[in-house]
């Protein structure tokens, strides 16, 4: 339940999505993907818009050109599933065209489940051999999270989820130590139906956001971003509020604050780490928070697990951890044997606090959900945070997304009920 920063990366190795070098719930484990609406969702009447052949060779040309910086004679790993085989294609053209060379992957949530419940856990542990030399010879990894099922692996043995990912924590090092530049397109915006629903939108009004989102000026964001990224640079004292109870403090006094504006720049691939990460629909400045800082309380309204509601889920935060965690509703039960059978101590550290600039983006007023990028979008979490500059990279976490928070930064009001003040 970790951010992905590609979907499939290692998908001609394990055939599944990467569960390393992650930022978000993926699309099969939904472990914290954002609250049903207050009101159902509308039917999905009027037809998806699909994009016209032009634009999605406009977009391919714009993740290798500029998302990526693919320069000739570099490697690049292109991953996603057959839905979207057209833009896949056409990325492959776009990284061959600058004379460079594409590694085209496609896999299925079909293959991805038998993946699992197919393969005898006696393989569970070992640690992915073509993953690491991929690793090695990769400079640019661009992945779509486009799975389309929310409980893809519904019935897992916990212990086994918990093997497998601990297995991937190498691959996942491997590719952040070796410098690959890694474009994610979906964000947890990519159109689908079961999404579209928790939105409270139509998949028609999903996709336009999704779609609005991608094609925001970089240039203007990259410089929204720069000037936000300096405010918080320069506080201290972070305090988070929510009317769902949610009441967190927080210390962040010379840490490292990231930008993901769509794009991995000169300066991005100077500083290398975490700079080198790019989620599209592109909009959020990150950080992570003094180590032991952050006290208080987190609370989700309504998540979800593998489809299944958790109500109330609420984390105890206590010297930088997770010292109490409860919750209620049919998910809660196998999200917490998950969540248990995860035994490396470092998930329970406090990781990260995500703020939202993307004005593009944006979810119905009367949502209770929340996701990434929308302008004034808060978003915490715990364990794995490499991709937000700090060094947990246990692979695992808990993300809550706050809709509505009002945040002050030293006693001064930088969100202020959901409204972005910077």
Avoid at 254 to 264: E, K, P
Avoid at 308 to 329: F, Q, R, S, Y
Avoid at 387 to 411: C, E, K, M, Q, R
Wanted: proline share 6%; hydrophobic share 40%; glycine share 10%.
């Amino acid at each position: 339940m970790n951010r992905p920063l590609v979907a499939a990366a290692l998908a001609v190795a394990v055939c599944t999505a990467l569960a390393a070098c992650q930022k978000q719930p993926s699309e099969e484990a939904a472990s914290a993907t954002p609250a049903t609406a207050a009101t159902p969702a509308t039917p999905a009447t009027a037809a998806v818009p699909k994009p016209s052949a032009t634009e999605l060779e406009q977009l391919a040309e714009r993740l290798v050109s500029q998302s990526a910086a693919v320069k000739e004679g570099e490697v690049v790993l292109i991953s996603g599933r057959s839905q979207d085989a057209e833009l896949i294609e056409n990325i492959a053209v776009q990284v061959r065209k600058l004379g460079a060379f594409p590694l085209v992957t496609y896999g299925s949530d079909r293959m991805s489940r038998r993946m699992f419940f197919d393969v005898s856990e006696k393989y569970d542990t070992q640690t992915d051999k073509l993953g690491l030399e991929l690793a090695d010879i990769a400079d640019v990894a661009i992945g779509l999270n486009n799975g389309t099922s929310e409980n893809l692996y519904e019935g897992a043995d916990p212990k086994r989820m918990a093997a497998r990912g601990k297995s991937d924590e190498a691959v996942s090092q491997a590719f952040l130590n070796n410098g690959v530049r890694i474009v994610e397109v979906g964000n947890n915006l990519y159109p689908t139906p079961w999404r579209a629903e928790r939105y409270g939108m139509t998949e028609a009004q999903l996709a336009d956001a999704f779609w609005k989102g991608l094609n925001i000026d970089y240039a203007q964001l990259q410089a929204r971003g720069e000037q936000i990224k300096a405010a918080i640079a320069a506080g201290n004292e972070l305090h988070i509020t929510n009317p769902n109870g949610t009441d967190l403090k927080l210390q962040l006094k010379d840490r490292r604050v990231l930008v993901s504006d769509g794009i991995i720049s000169p300066e991005d691939q100077k500083a290398g780490g975490p700079s080198l990460a790019a989620f599209l629909p592109a909009g959020e400045v990150y950080t992570t928070p003094v180590p032991g800082t952050a006290v208080g309380k987190v609370v989700h309204t309504r998540t979800y697990f593998r489809g299944k509601p958790i109500d109330n889920m609420t984390l105890t935060i206590e010297g930088g951890k997770i010292t109490a965690m409860t919750g209620d509703g049919p998910g809660y039960g196998d999200f917490k044997a998950e969540y248990d059978a995860v035994e490396d101590p470092r998930k329970n550290e406090f990781a990260f606090i995500d703020f939202g600039i993307n004005p593009n983006v944006a979810l119905p007023a009367n949502s209770t959900v929340g996701t990434w990028v929308p302008a004034g979008a808060v978003t915490v979490g715990t364990g794995s945070n490499t991709w937000a500059g700090g060094d947990n990279s246990v692979p695992y976490g808990v993300i809550a997304f706050l809709p509505g928070s009002t945040v002050t930064l030293d006693g001064k009001p930088i969100i202020e009920k959901g409204v972005l003040k910077l």
